[in-house]
């Protein structure tokens, strides 16, 4: 299990890496958008396509970190004040639903994978497939399922679900500085 839980950590690290180096990238874009459009008069506009294709990327490689730091959508009303067995049920329960969702996910994400490689679809930047763009779905719920599994198997052994050092460092950086 440790095993399957450190290789788990460090595919979602990459990931994570992937995620910033794409924000970075969309950044840098957008900057030379505006200053293409504005001083130059010469928009550029496959510059709006590759932003869009870039912010999903970061969404789907940056999910499964922050899933496991514990920051992904929750009642924390509710989570956070249930304590023991109750506690870990409503943990399962919720890692049940997130590992049907990410399998749904696949299974679609792949199906339109698929098809946009059937049909030759391409984006509106030609000669670049759709579906070069489509795998980023399958790819990020794949890894939001491992992540999923991985924290269900902890609360399973009846251990932490979430990464305490990303928890701990999601909470220093969400902190004012008169906190």
Known sequence: MEAFDRAVRRISAGALQIAAAACLI??????????MRYFFGAPQ???????GWLVVAMVMF???SAQ?????VAVDTVSERVRGRPGRALAAFGLLCIVATAAIMIWEGSAMVAFSRMTGMMTEIYP???WWIQVLVPVGFGLMLAVALMQLLRVARGLDAGDAAAAEEAA???AGPLE
Do not use: N
């Open 128 to 130: 670049i497939p759709l």
């Open 172 to 174: 220093r950086l969400k």
């Open 62 to 64: 940056a999910a499964p």
């Open 68 to 72: 496991l730091a514990g920051e992904h």
């Open 45 to 51: 506009s496959w510059i709006d396509y590759a932003v």
């Open 26 to 35: 969309c950044f840098a874009l957008m900057c030379y958008s505006v200053a």
